[in-house]
């Protein structure tokens, strides 16, 4: 069961949140290669972080604690899904709020 504590982690994310996408309608997903040009940039310079840290020795993916498949660079799937499912989490927070509080705007946060 151990390596299935990442994906646990991932699938309480997507729980926690993608249905604000079904129940507020607030269209992240409607809009996903919007979404995909905002993350993609930023999860590929964390994956390079990853892939140098790795190899540096800085730090390492636990071998029992992952399922071991393994993307570009050995760096474990549940990684990359990482880099995706949390920032897609969440963006569909933020519009759930803009959705549930319409009069906030931007700027408007103090």
Do not use: C
Not at 4 to 11: E, N
Not at 98 to 109: L, M
């Amino acid at each position: 069961m151990l390596k299935f504590g990442y994906f646990a982690m991932l699938a309480f994310t997507v729980l926690g949140s993608f249905w604000l996408e079904i129940i507020l309608k607030v269209g992240v997903l409607r809009r996903i290669k919007r979404a995909m040009l905002a993350i993609l940039p930023t999860a590929t310079i964390f994956l390079i972080w990853d892939f140098y840290a790795v190899n540096s020795k800085h730090w390492f993916f636990d071998r029992e604690q992952v399922v071991g498949i393994l993307g570009p660079a050995g760096i474990p799937i549940e990684e990359f899904l990482f880099f995706i499912v949390v920032p897609l989490a969440a963006l569909m927070t933020i519009e759930a709020v803009r959705r549930v509080k319409p009069h906030w705007s931007y700027g408007d946060e103090r």
